[in-house]
C-alpha cells in the first residue's frame, strides 16, 4: 500500500509517560491533601486504566465530586508538574523512536502527532527531544472542540492532504481514530495498553522498530507494502 503519513499517538507510544506520571500525580494530589480536599492514596492506576482519553474526562473520573474549578485548578497544577519533569529530563521517548522517526522521513513520509495531550505539554516534549526534526506537525486534542481523537486526525488528514496513512498508539482511541478515517491502526503494546483494545487493530507491535518490517519500503520511495 502505498503510503502519504503515518500519524503517531505521543503518551504511551513515542513517549514513556510512565517515567513521569507518577510523581506528577502524587505531586497533584497532594496540593489536594494540603488543603483538606482529598484523603487517602493517590489514584494512579485509575489514571492507568484510563491513560489516553481527554483530560477533562480523566479529571470527572478521578474527582467525581468536585467542582468544575478545582478539577481546571488542578488540572493546570498537573499539566505544570509534568513539563517541569520534562524540562528536569526525567521522561524518556521509547527505544528506537528515533531511527524510526529518521527511516520514515528517509521515505519520504510525513511524519504527524496527534495526542490527546495539551498543547503546552505536547510542546515540551517536542522541544527537549527536538521531535521537530521529523515530525511535520504536532496537533493536539484542545484544538477540537468535540475533544474526539477521530476528529483530530480527520483535521490532519485535510488540512495536509493525505489520502492514505497509519496511526499508530496504544488506546482505543488512536485505533479508533484510524477505522474512522479509513487509515490502518497499528497498536502497541507498551505500557499503556490492554489487550481488549489491540485486538482491534489491524496490526500490533512490541516495538516501533517492528513498524520497519510491518511496512517494507523499497529504497528512495515513499511506498510501502503493507504485510496488514
Known sequence: MELDAMIFDMDGT?????????????DAFESL??????????????????????????WEVLLPDHSEDVRRNINDYFQKRLIENIQQGNGALYPHVIEVLT??????????????????????IVHHFRLDRWVDETFSIDQIQS???????????????????????DRLSDIKAAKDNGLISVGCRFDFSQEEELVKADAVVN?????????????G??????TI
Not at 513515542?14 to 502524587?26: A, C, D, K, P, V
Not at 486526525?153 to 496511526?167: F, G, P
Open 103 to 124: 527511516f520514515l522521513k528517509q521515505k519520504q513520509l510525513k511524519l504527524f502527532i496527534a495526542s490527546n495531550g495539551l498543547s503546552a505539554y505536547l510542546h515540551a
Open 14 to 26: 513515542l513517549f514513556q509517560t510512565n517515567q513521569i506520571l507518577e510523581m506528577s500525580l502524587e
Open 221 to 226: 520511495v515513499n511506498t510501502a507494502d503493507a
Open 207 to 219: 516495538d516501533l522498530g517492528e513498524l520497519k518490517k510491518l511496512f517494507p519500503f523499497r529504497d
Open 33 to 58: 491533601r494540603s488543603i483538606g480536599m482529598w484523603e487517602g492514596k493517590t489514584p494512579i492506576g485509575k489514571y492507568r486504566e484510563i491513560m489516553g482519553v481527554p483530560l477533562p474526562k480523566v
Open 147 to 169: 475533544l474526539h481523537k477521530s476528529d483530530l486526525v480527520e483535521m490532519i488528514l485535510v488540512k495536509h492532504s493525505i489520502n492514505k496513512a497509519a496511526v499508530i498508539g
